[in-house]
């Protein structure tokens, strides 16, 4: 019966045939939660996106180390398309969610956003555990999807941070259920896509009107109106299926060396009976 192999994300740069005394939360994870016996298979990736095959060569009851053993060589499961994800402050469980799921779809980062009908504010003396318990389900939801590159979450922004943030010339797309167009498929230069979702009541006429004037560009997904928590999901599935490393090898994006803006006529696409109605902004290259 083939055993699965468990991943462990180690902070810092690894080396090939070397031990590393292990944190007492990855102790804890490993000998708790996964309940690893000293010869499971086990496999480690650090922060320079490197992996290795790895043992447990010491277990004792307050310490424990691993050996790592020769590189492992994977297919790449970091995606071409950059994807920032805004989503707005929400309730625990759910911003939980958005940031296990969002790892899963392979965005670069998650910059939670406090607008006007977010249901929740962040106290300052709450803040810095409430980052360091994000970063922790990014980090979890890393190893287990595969991934090498684990996406940062930041600290919230305010709304006046988030329309001021300097993101050069990349694509700014927000989620809005009343816009009308859709996203032309063929794809851009640009290989960044800062993505902003609203609060569960949406956000307010003001704040839309704020954001188009700040560069973001309205989007739409069908007909339907999606929970918070879903939204941001479904926008980074499409995108990742347009563009991403969920779309077919010829459709991947290709970086152009032209780097003046592109102006795409709005186009209206039938996939079938699923209809995908999108509205696309200005795409740069990235510098």
């Known amino acids: 019966m083939n055993v699965r192999t468990r991943r462990l994300y180690f902070p810092g740069s690894m080396e090939p045939h070397t031990e590393y005394d292990l944190s007492p939360i990855q102790m804890h994870y490993l000998r708790h939660v996964l309940r690893l016996s000293p010869d499971h298979p086990l496999q480690v990736f650090d ?126 797309f927000m989620l809005c259920p009343d816009a009308g167009a859709s996203l032309d498929p063929r794809a851009p230069s640009s290989l960044t896509i800062h993505l902003l979702v609203g609060p569960e009541g949406g956000f307010t006429q003001e704040e839309v009107n704020q954001a188009i004037e700040a560069g973001f560009v309205a989007m739409r997904l069908g007909p339907r109106t999606l929970r918070t928590e879903t939204a941001p999901l479904v926008a980074l599935s499409v995108l990742q299926a347009l563009w991403g490393d969920l779309a077919s090898p010829g459709s991947l994006i290709k970086p152009k060396p032209d780097s003046r803006p592109i102006t795409r006529p709005l186009w209206h696409q039938n996939r079938g009976s699923m209809d995908f109605r999108l509205l696309s902004g200005p795409c740069i290259k990235t510098p």
Do not use: F
Not at 124 to 133: S, T
């Open 47 to 172: 922060d320079t996106g490197r992996e290795y095959q790895a043992s447990i060569s010491l277990l004792r009851t307050k310490n424990m180390r691993i050996r790592t053993g020769e590189p492992v060589v994977t297919p790449p499961r970091e995606s071409p398309l950059h994807i920032w994800l805004y989503p707005a402050l929400t309730r625990g469980v759910k911003m939980d969610w958005i940031i296990e799921k969002a790892t899963e779809l392979g965005v670069r980062g998650i910059r939670p956003v406090t607008t006007c009908r977010s249901p929740v504010r962040l106290p300052v003396e709450r803040e810095q555990a409430r980052i360091a318990h994000w970063n922790g389900i990014a980090q979890s939801a890393t190893a287990q999807s595969g991934r090498t590159e684990i996406p940062v979450c930041t600290s919230p922004l305010s709304w006046g941070e988030c329309l001021t943030l300097d993101t050069g010339n990349d694509a700014r």
